[in-house]
């Protein structure tokens, strides 16, 4: 079983960047590779929603299309690391922002956080305007 763990959150003013990191544990890099990545976050009084997905193998992304252009995920198989590259962050883009993992086939379940396990504690971006 894999453990994730978040890191990289703070307090950034509106237009700053932040990358989070996700640093896997408990699983062998290659066991690391089979595992399609997700970032998700929730904003003070609603629910856990979607940010984006790297995909295992073909490290394809998909993002919402509220931070399309300004995110990126990228993942480093060496280090067992996920990262969450945030840029031109807004006010709205506050939340605690998680890291979890899933093998299902399908974007349509990869865009499901039902479908995802092992996630981490979460870490806090706050943006103020």
């Known amino acids: 079983q894999v453990q994730l763990v978040e890191s990289g959150g703070g307090l950034v003013q509106a237009g700053g960047s932040l990358r989070l990191s996700c640093a896997a544990s408990g699983a062998s890099g290659r066991i690391f590779r089979n595992y399609h990545m997700g970032w998700f976050r929730q904003a003070p009084g609603q629910e856990r929603a979607l940010v984006g997905y790297l995909t295992r193998n073909t490290d394809t992304a998909y993002y919402v299309d509220s931070v399309k252009g300004r995110f990126t995920i990228s993942r480093d198989n060496a280090k067992n690391i996920v990262y969450l590259q945030m840029n031109n962050l807004q006010p709205e883009d506050t939340a605690v922002y998680y890291c979890?993992?899933?093998?299902?086939?399908?974007?349509?379940?990869?865009?499901?956080?039902?479908?995802?396990?092992?996630w981490g504690q979460g870490t806090q971006v706050t943006v103020s305007s």
């Open positions: 979890a993992v899933t093998t299902v086939a399908g974007g349509e379940y990869r865009r499901n956080e039902q479908y995802y396990h092992s």
